[in-house]
C-alpha cells in the first residue's frame, strides 16, 4: 500500500472518556453534481412523534439512504472519486431520525435483501455509531463525523468482487485475504479522494481490529485503538450477525447481544455496555422473567408500548420445570428485568430461542 496508516489515536483513561462530549479502472469524466435531496422527504426538520411515526420516517430516510450509498459504490467501481457532499444530507437525516428515536431506524434496517446487504449495512452501521455516539454524550459535530465514518466504513467493498462478499459457504484462504484487503482499500479510498475527517480515515481502517490485538488489517490493541474504532467494531458486527447472509440466518438482537457480552478480548466493554443500553429496554430475543416467575423470550417491539412486548413463556423459575411454550402479554405479567441464560442452568438456551422465535414471534 503506498503511504502511510494511521496505527490509532491511542487508547483513553476514564477521565477522557467523557471528556470526548465536550488496480482500479481508468477514471471517467468528472460526473454532474451531486442531486439535492428535499430535506421534506429527509425528514430533518421532523418534530418528534411516536415510535410508529419515527418508523415510518426512517423506511423513508432508509431508501434514500440506500440509494445514495448504492450510487457511491458505483461511481467507485467506475473509477470516479468519492462525493462526500452527496453524504452529508444522508447523514444529517440519520442523525436526526436517531435524535428522535435511537430503535426506529435500526429496527427497519435489520430487514435487508440479498441483494442490497452491502448497502444498507453502511447505512445501519451510520445510525448505530450516531446512536452510540448520543449515549456516550458526545457533542454534537463529533457525533456527525462518526457517522459519516459508519457510513464509509465498508466502502473498500466496492473494490471486492460481488460474488467474493456473497458467496454462500467458506472462504478459503486466499478469498478471506482478499475480502480483508477491503479495510486497505477503503482507506486509500478515502484518502485519495481527499476525505479530510480523520475519524472516517480511522474507522474504515480500524473496525475490524479486537482490543486483544487479534483483529486486522495492522493487530493493534486497546492501547492504541481510538474509541471511534471499537464504536465501529462494535456497530459493525452487530448489524453483520442480526442481518441474512447467504451463507448464514441472522441472530435476533437478544441472541447477538448475549454473544458479544459474553466474548473475551473483541470488544470494548465499555463500548459494548454503552450499545446494549441503547438497542431498547427489551430487544427480539431477550431472554426476561416474569412477575409470575416465569421465564420467557421476548417476541416483538410494540411500537407504542416498548416495555411491554408479547414473549413466549416455556420455563416455571420457581421449580425449573419446562412449560408448554405459549405466547403471553406483559401488560398484565410484567417484565422483572433481563436474565443470563447461564444463570438458570439453560446450557441449550440457544436452539430453544431459535425455535420458540420462529414458532411464535409471526403468531
Not at 477491503?182 to 484518502?191: F, I, K, N, S
Not at 472516517?200 to 473496525?207: K, N
Amino acid at each position: 500500500m503506498e503511504g502511510s496508516t494511521p496505527s490509532g489515536q491511542g487508547g483513553l483513561n476514564a477521565g477522557e472518556w467523557r471528556d470526548l462530549g465536550s488496480a482500479a479502472p481508468a477514471a471517467k469524466p468528472n460526473p454532474a453534481p451531486p442531486r439535492r435531496l428535499s430535506t421534506t422527504r429527509l425528514h430533518i426538520n421532523a418534530r418528534p412523534g411516536s415510535l410508529a411515526q419515527e418508523r415510518d420516517r426512517a423506511r423513508e430516510i432508509v431508501g434514500l439512504a440506500r440509494d445514495t450509498v448504492t450510487e457511491t459504490f458505483s461511481d467507485i467501481r467506475f473509477g470516479r472519486k468519492l462525493q462526500a457532499a452527496k453524504l452529508e444530507p444522508i447523514v444529517a437525516a440519520i442523525a436526526a431520525s436517531v435524535n428522535r428515536s435511537p430503535t426506529a431506524l435500526p429496527s427497519v434496517t435489520r430487514i435487508k435483501l440479498h441483494h442490497e446487504y452491502t448497502y444498507l449495512h453502511s447505512v445501519a452501521v451510520c445510525g448505530l455509531m450516531i446512536a452510540l455516539g448520543n449515549e456516550l454524550r458526545l457533542s454534537h459535530e463529533l457525533t456527525q463525523e462518526i457517522g459519516l465514518a459508519g457510513l464509509l466504513h465498508d466502502i473498500g467493498k466496492a473494490r471486492i468482487d460481488a460474488d467474493l462478499l456473497d458467496k454462500n459457504g467458506p472462504l478459503d484462504l486466499e478469498e478471506y485475504a482478499l475480502v480483508q484487503a477491503h479495510t486497505l482499500r477503503g482507506y486509500e479510498l478515502l484518502r485519495d479522494s481527499g476525505i479530510e475527517s480523520e475519524i472516517a480515515l480511522d474507522v474504515c481502517l480500524h473496525h475490524h481490529e479486537r482490543i486483544d490485538g487479534g483483529g486486522y488489517p495492522s493487530g493493534i490493541s486497546q492501547e492504541t485503538l481510538s474509541i471511534h474504532a471499537r464504536m465501529g467494531a462494535v456497530c459493525d458486527v452487530y448489524d453483520a450477525v442480526t442481518s441474512n447472509r447467504p451463507y448464514k440466518p441472522s441472530w435476533s438482537p437478544g441472541a447477538a447481544l448475549d454473544w458479544m457480552m459474553s466474548t473475551s478480548g473483541h470488544f470494548d466493554p465499555r463500548v459494548l455496555r454503552t450499545f446494549r443500553t441503547l438497542l431498547g429496554v427489551f430487544p427480539v430475543g431477550s431472554l426476561v422473567l416474569l412477575e409470575s416467575q416465569r421465564l420467557a423470550v421476548v417476541l416483538d417491539e410494540p411500537a407504542e408500548s416498548p416495555t411491554s412486548p408479547d414473549v413466549c413463556v416455556f420455563l416455571d423459575a420457581a421449580t425449573r420445570q419446562q412449560l408448554a411454550p405459549m405466547r403471553a402479554s406483559t401488560r398484565s405479567d410484567a417484565i422483572l428485568g433481563l436474565e443470563v441464560a447461564a444463570n438458570w442452568g439453560l446450557a441449550d438456551f440457544e436452539p430453544i430461542r431459535e425455535r420458540l422465535l420462529l414458532e411464535f414471534a409471526g403468531a
